[in-house]
Each structure stands twice: as structure tokens, then as C-alpha cells.
């Protein structure tokens, strides 16, 4: 398609405009509000300076009191260190990554299946118990994990199917808040539209793949981000169902790292690196889905 | 295109099997543009969507054509619906909401392409074909919404309120599109409304329902000029009919219908029938439009028993009309249709005459129609 230039800079010109008319609006208190905000945000992100900075800083900066925000003498040594060091065990730490991120694209996609799947029939279709099954849904929300870990483990163990992928993914395929705020989505979804595509002939399938699923895209988004946060940080399975090393995941790996050793101070290089190997996909997960994600949070009134 | 018939068919809801459509037997004729119309709540949507496949029907059975459809799943029932709310499929163009029907039912590419194409024509929506349906207007809309509805060449079209989201001057046009498009295609539609303006100016024949019962099916001038009890009476016609109650006294005229304030001479036909039914010295309840109701001088001077005397409340100027609200001594005012030369003062005496021909008497109890 052309593009029409003069059209463009019109355009460039009325954005600016308009930006200026609403900077001249803007009041004594909404700019205490803005100021406030902005530094607000500001300290939020320092972890994350915080981070990016102690991957890439040497040993004698990493033990460094008071610690520096900013990195002087930028080096990839902690790589370096991280990858070498696995070399001398039996698991070099290409497979625990190799691991996580098998896990997490099976567990993700897994938890956004099953519960859409879980949500439509809650959502749209009236059954005999239909809200009591909800309700045991939500309720699941309440427990801690480790008050569920020893069933969970009889369940794995009976399954047979421990030290095997399933074993990483299918504790976590059950996924309630993606439950909970897909079926809030497709509620409001009108019922109407669903009237309409059936008497257009649509079957359920098709009217959940292509009418129902593509509203609630912005749900999607989200919960592809819950079920990647839980994938991907998750080392409890591989604590409890895994005893072979070499099934094992990163973050488990992450955690020997550092807190098995007595006083934490060795491979504190190797550990700051695997900490932002660890963070970097959930940022880039993040980036991607942040604008439906934000329209999720507004939609459902969850912070 | 088919006939839909309904067979005693009954709807009942929830815990308590409320009746929400209680005994309905209608035959919709092949090609004829039927409006159901009643207050909200008085089942006429339930009807409509038992007969699309969207309720269960609690009794009774509901044909298209010679089949009964009672256990068809909506897709199998060949009928296409146009909703209030338009419900097109948001995430769709507007091109793929028409077509979404003609894809499931895997018809070649060109086919699809060509309906699309010519039903776009005819509704006039081509240059949007490629839009979002948050793109389009109101309007605009549903006539999409008609799109989808008439490119899969259905047996019959049911229309659930289509118009009620609409702003006024818009309804009106659209009504007229609908209806020129229902002579172009002569299919079998039902048109749920609670306009009645929008049920007298469409249907071809009219269906008045109110609590799940029926009250009457006829064309709409039958409907107007002859309503079948007090509840249609007051339900068509804007501004309502009238109703006076009072008693019925043979006079040295004739038979008078008697009310403390003043007592109007009845016509013989209406008197004959009257006495035939035993309802001398009963109550019933006249009922007069605000047309029959007249301030021309020679009609005043004409019959001095069928004029009502009384005091202006005040007065509605409509443009080609004028309507006047007479307080006489009763309940509620007596309105009365003028002509706008008229023009009276509020708190002013005057005299209306009442055209006694056209006058309607409905039983007390019952509420039905007692004359012809």
C-alpha cells in the first residue's frame, strides 16, 4: 500500500497538537501526581538495574560494601564461570535449560488448554452443579502447595511416572486462576453471539475455537503469562518427583547454587548470571503480552 | 420457504414451572410477514426463540414445512435470526460475519464470494465489507446482521427486536428497508417487536400477546378498529383508547348508556346486540379512540345525546393534530384528537362529540368485546 507522506505528517502534527492541549490541561495536583508517580516507578525498576548490573560485574565488585547499583568493569566471566562450572559435574547446565524450557512450553500450553477447556462449560453452558464445581475450583485457590506436595507426590508415584517429563507437567496442568479469569472473560461474552453461530450451523467446537477464543484474547494473553511464571519458575517438581540429575530443571539447579553451601559466598558471579538467565524470558513473555495483560487487569478488576 | 405451524406449544421455566407461553396454536403462512407484539414479559420472544431452536419447548410442537422440529438442533432447523443487539461477531470482518454461516456449510469459495458480494449489494454495505463490525454505525450494523441472515437463503427469518437499539429516524428507515426487502424476497418472517407502532406498520397480520396467552391475530386495521378486549385496545393506538365505564338503561331513545355525569344514546345495531346478551342495567365499558371524539361544530349541533361536556386540562400539539384532555367528572381524562384549527385554552368548558357508530362496548369482568 502507498503511503500518502503528507497525509503521515498531518497526522505527526495533530498527535502533537493534541498532546500539547492535554500537557496545558494538566493541573497543580496532577502534576504532584506525576511526579510522584514517576519516581514511584523509578524505584520499582531498580531491581531490575539491579540485576541486569550484578550479571556482567566482576568478583571484586559482586562482594563490594556498600554494593553499587552500576556496573564499572562490564565482563562476562559470570557466564563463562556458570557454564564451566558444570562442566566438572556429571549435568552440565545446557540441560537443565534444555529441561525448563520443555517443561515450561508444555505446561504453559497445557494450563491455557485445559483451562479454557475448563472455563467454556462453566461460562456458557448451565449444568446441574455447575457452580458447586466452580466453587471447589476457587477453593483450591486457597491451599499452600505444600500442604498438597504428599498427596501430590502418591499421585506422581502411582502414575509412574516419575523422573519423566509428565511428571514436571502434569501437577501443574491445573491451573484455577487461569480458571477463574477466563471464565469471568467468556461471561461476557454475549450470549447472543453464540445464539447467532449456531443458528449460522456452527458445532460447540467451532464456536468455542472461533467465536469464543478469540474474544477473550486478552484473558489468554494473561494466563499465558501466570502459566509461563509458574512453568518456568517452578522447582518443585523437580525437587520432589525428580531424582535423576539429568531431569531436572534450572531453577532447581539455581537454588544448589548458592543456599546449599554453607556461607553463600562462593559462585555468587555464576549465580547473579543464572539469575538473569533465569529472568530474561519472563521479561520477554511479559513485553510481548503487556498490553493485553494490562487490559486483563482493568477488565476483571484483579491486581 | 415453508409454513410454520404451532401446535398447542407451552413453555414453562424454572423450579416453580412458571407458564411463560402457556397454549399457543398459530399458523404462520407460507411467504407472510408476521409481528408477535406485547409488553416485555409477555413470551413473545420465548415463542420466537423455541421456534428457532434456543429454548426447549416444554409441550405441544412446532412444524416448518411438514416436519416437526421440536428435537432440531437450530443449525438443522434452516432459519436465519437477526438479533436486538445485532450479536455480529466482533473478532470477524464484516465480510466473514456474512460468509461465517456459508463456510460451515462448505460451500465452494466463488459461491461464497458471489452471495457475499450480491447480499453486501442489496443492503448497500459493499465499502464496509472489510471492516471491523466496531467500525460501523448502528445502522450499519444491522444491516449486516440482515446480511448474515439472508444470504444463506433460509425457510423462514425471525427478527428479535432488530430495531429497538436504533435512534428513532433510523428505526423508521430501516423499517421501511426491511419490509421492501421482505416483498423482494417473500420469505416466510416473524418480527418480534413491543413497538406497536412497528407491528400495525409491518405485519401483514399482527399477533397481540400478553402472559404467554394469544389475545389476537388479525390484520392490523382489524386490530385497530376492532380490538377483541380492553387489554389490545389499550395496547394499540397512540394516544390510547378511551374507556368509560357506566350502565346500560333502556331511555325513551333507546337504549342509553348511563354514567353519573352525563348518558349517550346507543345505536340500534349496538343495542340490539346489547339486549340479546342480557346487559340491561349491567355495567360495561365504552370504549371511543380520540378520532371519534369531535369538536366540529355541526356534529355538536347534530345529536344533542352523544355529547360530552367538559373542562380542558390541557392540550398536545403534534403538527397535524392537536390532542385534548378533558377532564368529565371521571377517573381518568377523556383524550380527544382535533384538528389543530381548534384551539381551545386550557381550563375552558367545552363539548365533544362522540361518534356512537364507532363506539366499542367491552364486559366488565372479562374484558372482552360485547358488539360488533
Redesign the interface.
Known amino acids: 500500500m502507498k503511503v500518502d507522506m503528507r497525509l503521515q505528517g498531518k497526522r505527526l502534527v495533530y498527535r502533537f497538537e493534541d498532546w500539547l492541549a492535554a500537557v496545558r490541561r494538566i493541573d497543580r495536583t496532577q502534576i504532584v501526581i506525576i511526579i510522584g508517580l514517576t519516581l514511584l516507578s523509578a524505584f520499582m525498576l531498580l531491581p531490575l538495574v539491579y540485576l541486569f548490573n550484578h550479571a556482567f560485574k566482576p568478583l571484586h565488585e559482586l562482594l563490594l560494601f556498600p554494593p553499587t547499583f552500576i556496573v564499572n568493569e562490564p565482563t562476562m566471566q559470570n557466564f563463562t564461570d556458570l557454564m564451566a562450572l558444570t562442566q566438572t559435574t556429571f549435568i552440565p547446565v545446557s540441560r537443565y535449560i534444555f529441561n525448563s524450557v520443555i517443561v515450561t512450553v508444555l505446561a504453559t500450553a497445557g494450563m491455557v488448554f485445559t483451562g479454557s477447556l475448563c472455563a467454556y462449560p462453566l461460562s456458557k453452558h448451565k449444568f446441574p452443579g455447575g457452580n458447586w464445581f466452580f466453587g471447589a475450583i476457587m477453593v483450591s485457590l486457597l491451599f499452600a502447595t505444600e500442604v498438597i506436595s504428599i498427596p501430590r507426590y502418591v499421585v506422581v508415584q502411582s502414575l509412574g511416572i516419575m523422573n519423566t517429563y509428565l511428571g514436571h507437567v502434569l501437577p501443574m496442568i491445573a491451573l484455577p486462576v487461569g480458571v477463574f479469569l477466563l471464565k469471568q472473560f467468556m461471561d461476557q461474552v454475549?450470549n447472543?453471539?453464540l445464539?447467532?453461530?449456531?443458528?449460522?450451523?456452527?458445532s460447540e467446537v467451532?464456536i468455542f475455537l472461533?467465536?469464543v477464543l478469540?474474544?477473550v484474547t486478552p484473558a489468554m494473553a494473561t494466563i499465558t503469562i501466570i502459566a509461563f511464571q509458574t512453568a518456568w519458575g517452578n522447582a518443585e517438581t523437580s525437587t520432589l518427583f525428580m531424582q535423576d540429575d539429568a531431569m531436572k530443571t534450572l531453577p532447581f539447579y539455581m537454588g544448589t547454587l548458592t543456599s546449599n553451601l554453607a556461607n553463600s559466598v562462593a559462585r555468587q558471579g555464576a549465580a547473579a548470571a543464572g539469575a538473569l538467565i533465569m529472568f530474561l524470558p519472563s521479561l520477554i513473555i511479559f513485553l510481548i503480552y503487556q498490553r493485553k495483560f494490562i487490559a486483563t487487569m482493568a477488565h476483571s478488576g484483579i491486581k | 420457504m415453508a409454513k410454520i405451524l404451532f401446535n398447542h406449544v407451552y413453555k414453562r421455566y424454572g423450579k416453580y414451572k412458571e407458564v411463560a407461553v402457556n397454549d399457543f396454536n398459530l399458523q404462520v403462512e407460507d411467504g407472510e410477514f408476521l409481528v408477535f407484539v406485547g409488553p416485555s414479559g409477555c413470551g413473545k420472544s420465548t415463542t420466537l426463540r423455541m421456534l428457532a431452536g434456543l429454548e426447549d419447548i416444554s409441550g405441544g410442537e412446532i412444524y416448518i414445512g411438514d416436519t416437526v422440529v421440536n428435537d432440531f438442533s437450530p443449525k438443522d432447523r434452516d432459519i436465519s435470526m437477526v438479533f436486538q443487539n445485532y450479536a455480529l461477531y466482533p473478532n470477524l470482518s464484516v465480510y466473514e460475519n456474512i460468509a461465517f454461516g456459508l463456510r460451515l456449510r462448505k460451500l465452494p469459495k466463488h459461491e461464497i464470494d458471489l452471495s457475499v458480494k450480491r447480499a453486501a449489494r442489496v443492503l448497500e454495505i459493499e465499502n464496509f465489507l472489510e471492516r471491523k463490525p466496531r467500525e460501523l454505525s448502528g445502522g450499519q450494523r444491522q444491516r449486516v446482521a440482515l446480511g448474515r441472515a439472508i444470504v444463506r437463503k433460509p425457510q423462514a427469518f425471525l427478527y428479535d427486536e432488530p430495531l429497538s437499539n436504533l435512534d428513532a429516524r433510523l428505526r423508521v428507515q430501516m423499517r421501511s428497508e426491511i419490509i421492501s426487502l421482505h416483498k423482494k424476497m417473500g420469505v416466510t418472517s416473524i418480527y418480534v417487536t413491543h413497538d406497536q407502532v412497528e407491528a400495525m406498520t409491518m405485519g401483514d397480520r399482527v399477533v397481540v400477546m400478553n402472559k404467554g396467552v394469544i389475545l389476537q391475530v388479525d390484520t392490523p386495521e382489524r386490530l385497530y378498529n376492532r380490538p377483541n378486549n380492553i387489554f389490545v385496545a389499550n395496547f394499540i393506538g397512540n394516544p390510547p383508547m378511551n374507556f368509560i365505564p357506566g350502565k346500560l338503561q333502556e331511555g325513551s331513545g333507546g337504549l342509553e348508556f348511563h354514567t353519573n355525569r352525563f348518558a349517550l344514546l346507543l345505536t340500534k345495531q349496538h343495542a340490539g346486540q346489547l339486549r340479546k346478551q342480557n346487559l340491561i342495567d349491567k355495567t360495561v365499558i365504552l370504549g371511543i379512540r380520540p378520532e371519534h371524539i369531535s369538536f366540529e361544530e355541526n356534529e355538536i349541533g347534530g345529536n344533542p345525546q352523544s355529547l360530552i361536556s367538559g373542562v380542558l386540562e390541557f392540550g398536545e400539539f403534534v403538527g397535524s393534530d392537536r390532542y385534548y384532555h378533558l377532564k368529565i367528572g371521571m377517573e381518568s381524562l377523556l383524550i380527544a384528537r382535533a384538528h389543530p384549527k381548534y384551539h381551545f385554552n386550557d381550563g375552558m368548558k367545552v363539548t365533544a362529540a362522540i361518534d356512537m357508530e364507532k363506539a366499542l362496548f367491552y364486559h366488565k369482568e372479562t374484558e372482552n368485546l360485547l358488539t360488533d
Open positions: 454475549p447472543e453471539l445464539e447467532a453461530a449456531k443458528i449460522d450451523g456452527a467451532k472461533r467465536i478469540p474474544l
